[in-house]
């Protein structure tokens, strides 16, 4: 993958849409995901006609604060999984990546707890809400074992829509890189929802 990625969705739709392109601009993932399910199921495909599945994202229980998603590829094998980290993440996100043997070995985490707070106190002033995704922009750390960071991801200052920005930091093997790009694509699901 060329980076920097960018992630963006629109806000203002009832069932998200996701693009994920790369550096020239060219769509590595694209997710449509159905309104209104309880479980999340989220099919990652390869393009916006939907007919060229990359990944399934799958929750292991429909709701609670440690919920794990696992990811299999279109072939059907595992790929990993991300898992939240329970109230932990309450406050500030965090959650842990393990690879398909089920080990935990990357883990992400929010930079700033503040800027989420704030931000959850200025969507609830009328008006001054549509401006939140202007002033307070949150960036997720992906660290590796040795604790250092791998990958960030920052919020993109935008009005109508979402934007991400996904940079590696560290150099990490093809199917790694994919599998943290997939957790941070299910965390920001997982955040929108949240507040």
Do not use: C
Not at 10 to 37: E, N, T
Not at 59 to 82: E, N, V
Not at 156 to 184: G, H, M, N, Q, Y
Request: glycine fraction near 6%.
């Amino acid at each position: 993958m060329d980076y920097p990625l960018t992630l963006n969705f629109k806000i203002l739709s009832i069932a998200p849409q996701i693009r994920v392109r790369d550096a020239h601009g060219d769509l590595v993932f694209y997710v449509h995901q159905k309104a209104f399910k309880l479980r999340e199921a989220i099919t990652v495909f390869g393009d916006e006609a939907r007919t060229r599945a990359l990944a399934t994202v799958a929750a292991d229980r429909i709701i609670d604060f440690s919920a794990a998603y696992s990811f299999t590829g279109a072939d059907g094998r595992a790929i990993g999984s991300l898992r939240r980290r329970g109230m932990r993440s309450l406050w500030k996100a965090h959650y842990d990546i393990a690879g398909p043997d089920g080990t935990p070995s990357l883990r992400i985490s929010e930079d700033n707890a503040m800027v989420k707070f704030f931000d959850g106190i200025f969507r609830e002033i009328p008006l001054l809400n549509l401006l939140s995704g202007y002033v307070f922009n949150p960036t997720y750390s992906v660290y590796g074992e040795d604790d250092r960071v791998v990958f960030r991801m920052r919020k993109r200052p935008s009005f109508l829509e979402t934007a991400f920005t996904i940079e590696e930091v560290a150099d990490l093997p093809v199917s790694t890189e994919a599998l943290v790009v997939l957790s941070l694509l299910t965390m920001v699901l997982l955040e929108r929802s949240r507040g």
